[in-house]
């Protein structure tokens, strides 16, 4: 399967920074999905994007959907303590080549108080 | 909405046996379930992608004879792993789509811990 390249690996920072991370592939997808995921827990949705060039935000997040359309950005204004975790990007392959999601390799985010 | 249930959580069981994990969609019908498997602090890696009433897509290098998925109805699809062994110990999460504004959602389970003895 495929597996989209995600970064930085990890992050740690100060308490009211902001934070960006992000994802790109080879392969051209038709969605691109950010995920928290906190330890033993399954991922939980944060944002979804559906169109090339979508700017798309949730409180104090904000993502983007790359024209290319191989790549995504997330970002964290003013992180608090409960950011942490680890963020997951995840793409769908177009409806004809199978529809499945693939995920990126992760972003361990810590925030120091 | 868009709740997800995994059953059981976490489940240990001896080398050889097989055990069944199941997935539901509680406030949706889900045109397709998706497993995956993580290890410890690395990513989810798709194993196989389920619609209702068919057999199940795997990805390449998963065996479909040790994996058995069965999705029987739109709100539940279960994953068997047949004569588990310790090298099956991993997380196992599902989730389930879709179709709704002419895109798809994904939403996760909280996934079931396998460990393997």
């Known amino acids: 399967g495929q597996q989209l390249n995600q970064s930085p690996q990890s992050m740690f920072i100060q308490e009211g920074e902001d934070v960006s991370m992000n994802c790109t592939s080879s392969?051209?997808?038709?969605?691109w999905l950010w995920y928290k995921q906190d330890p033993g827990e399954g991922p939980v949705l944060l944002i979804a994007?559906?169109?090339?060039?979508e700017l798309t935000s949730n409180g104090r997040l904000t993502a983007q959907f790359g024209i290319t359309r191989k790549d995504s950005f997330l970002n964290i204004s003013a992180s608090i303590p409960s950011d942490v975790g680890i963020y997951f990007c995840?793409?769908?392959?177009?409806?004809?080549?199978?529809?499945?999601?693939?995920f990126g390799t992760g972003t361990s985010l810590t925030v120091i108080p | 909405g868009a709740v997800v249930s995994q059953h059981p959580s976490w489940v240990i069981c001896k080398s050889g046996t097989s055990v069944k994990i199941e997935c539901r969609s509680l406030?949706?019908?889900?045109?397709?379930m998706f497993w995956y498997r993580q290890f410890p602090k690395q990513s989810l890696m798709l194993m196989a992608t389920?619609?209702?009433?068919?057999?199940?897509?795997?990805e390449q290098g998963v065996e479909k004879d040790k994996f058995l998925i069965n999705h029987a109805s739109l709100t539940l699809s279960t994953l068997t792993v047949t004569s588990a062994h310790p090298e099956d110990s991993s997380f196992y999460i599902c989730?389930?789509?879709?179709?709704?504004?002419?895109?798809?959602?994904?939403?996760f389970g909280p996934g079931t811990r396998l460990t393997v003895t």
């Open positions: 389920s619609n209702e009433g068919s057999k199940a897509t795997y």
């Open positions: 989730s389930a789509s879709n179709f709704r504004d002419r895109a798809y959602e994904q939403y």
């Open positions: 392969s051209i997808f038709n969605t």
């Open positions: 406030d949706f019908q889900a045109t397709t």
């Open positions: 995840a793409g769908q392959l177009p409806y004809n080549t199978g529809n499945q999601f693939y």
């Open positions: 994007l559906y169109k090339a060039g």
